[in-house]
């Protein structure tokens, strides 16, 4: 094979792991965002324990990260697979949502995090990773519907 072919491996496998470090921290920032978004939603009404949030979220990060690459999430190149796809990410998430959710209720009386936080910051992110996926997608489509209401104003 030579130093062509070794150099080629390397090179080859130093991009997989990029994209897959890029996958990750994005992913985080989604799991992030959402369970943030999430806990504002709750604390309007009730006071919670941030420093206690902040912990239960960092395992929720954790847990969802290996969830979505035991289902193979980071294997896929999103910009060439189907719609049909989205049922490896809808089954990396609920797997992350029942395991979080299973430590969160045997965790104790008063739970680390609410249980419809985690329940909503799991919706939210799914939804971020639907979004960052198919993002193309979402707006060629848009685009699309949206050019083609213009038109049937127009005429």
């Given amino acids: 094979?030579?130093?062509?072919?070794?150099?080629?491996?390397?090179?080859?496998?130093?991009?997989?792991?990029?994209?897959?470090?890029?996958?990750?921290?994005a992913d985080s920032v989604i799991i992030l965002v959402a369970y943030m978004t999430a806990f504002s939603a709750r604390a309007i009404f009730t006071p919670l324990d941030y420093v206690q949030v902040l912990d239960f979220t960092l395992?929720?990060?954790?847990?969802?990260?290996?969830?979505?690459?035991?289902f193979g999430v980071y294997r896929r190149i999103w910009s060439q697979t189907s719609g049909h796809s989205i049922v490896v990410i809808v089954k990396a998430v609920a797997v992350s949502?029942?395991?979080t959710f299973a430590v969160d209720v045997v965790a104790g009386a008063p739970h680390?995090?609410?249980l419809s936080v985690v329940l909503l910051g799991n919706f939210l992110a799914f939804t971020g990773f639907v979004a960052v996926r198919y993002r193309s997608r979402?707006?060629?489509?848009?685009?699309?519907r949206l050019a083609r209401d213009l038109e049937k104003r127009v005429s």
Wanted: glycine share 8%; net charge positive.
């Fill in 1 to 25: 094979m030579g130093r062509r072919g070794y150099i080629y491996g390397y090179m080859r496998a130093h991009r997989h792991t990029r994209r897959f470090v890029v996958w990750t921290v």
């Fill in 59 to 70: 395992f929720s990060i954790v847990v969802t990260l290996l969830s979505l690459h035991i």
């Fill in 97 to 99: 949502t029942a395991v």
């Fill in 112 to 114: 680390p995090l609410p």
């Fill in 138 to 144: 979402l707006i060629s489509g848009l685009s699309w």
